[in-house]
């Protein structure tokens, strides 16, 4: 594919509500990140995988976030019980070269989560 | 822990001023700086990196020198246009996570005619 995507673009959920976002990595890409971005704040790191191996979730912010990536390539980051906090953009990034490398890591256009 | 601290916008500058937007960082080890850049309605990109001390990332105009001494990354160009109108994110990231990002919380740049 030409880039990183994720869908949906946007998304409004009721409070106490389940959601799912996905992210399509670049072909090939070994490592796979998500990030949540409040209003007017930077990128905050919520977990990280090396293929299938989710190797860093220090981030994720309580138990009702759960991420995973089965097969290597696509990652659904889920929340579960969505509140109000929980309202942000999600970004997913992907890098080519896993942890004993360092390359540039390309972002998706992320997913707006309203939470009413 | 890594923090990455660059000064608030928004900053609203004519064409052709020369920007500047300060970067200061705490890292525990050995980073690699960047800097991001959001046009508005797209996804974050790389503007330009630097991997080690007193080296000088540049891209569009744009550069940014690594100052181990300072721990500043602070980014700069002579003569801004319109279209440099975006959100720009200072940002580390130490050796071995594979590009893990630390952010700083953005500044919004505005350029007008």
């Known amino acids: 594919g030409a880039g990183v995507s994720q869908s949906p673009r946007y998304k409004v959920a009721k409070r106490g509500q389940d959601v799912a976002l996905r992210c399509d990595p670049i072909?090939?890409?070994?490592?796979l990140f998500w990030y949540q971005q409040a209003l007017g704040q930077g990128p905050e790191f919520l977990t990280y995988f090396q293929n299938e191996a989710q190797l860093d979730k220090s981030g994720l912010p309580s138990d009702r976030f759960f991420a995973e990536r089965p097969e290597g390539s696509v990652s659904t980051l889920k929340i579960q019980r969505t509140q109000q906090e929980d309202s942000a953009v999600y970004l997913c990034?992907?890098?080519?070269?896993?942890?004993?490398?360092?390359?540039?890591?390309?972002f998706g256009q992320g997913t707006r989560l309203t939470v009413v | 822990g890594d923090s990455v601290t660059q000064m608030e916008g928004p900053v609203t500058l004519s064409e052709e001023a020369f920007l500047t937007i300060n970067c200061t960082y705490t890292a525990t080890g050995y980073p690699s700086l960047f800097w991001y850049v959001q046009y508005p309605g797209e996804g974050l990109q790389l503007l330009l990196k630097?991997?080690?001390?007193?080296d000088k990332g540049s891209n569009k105009g744009f550069e940014a020198t690594y100052r181990k001494e300072t721990t500043s990354f602070h980014l700069e160009k002579g003569s801004v246009q319109v279209s440099d109108s975006a959100v720009y994110f200072c940002?580390?990231?130490?050796?071995?996570?594979?590009?893990?990002?630390?952010f700083g919380t953005g500044t919004r740049l505005q350029v007008t005619l």
């Open positions: 630097a991997t080690k001390a007193d």
């Open positions: 072909s090939g890409h070994v490592s």
């Open positions: 990034a992907s890098s080519l070269w896993g942890a004993k490398g360092s390359s540039e890591a390309f």
């Open positions: 940002a580390l990231s130490n050796p071995g996570t594979a590009s893990k990002l630390t």
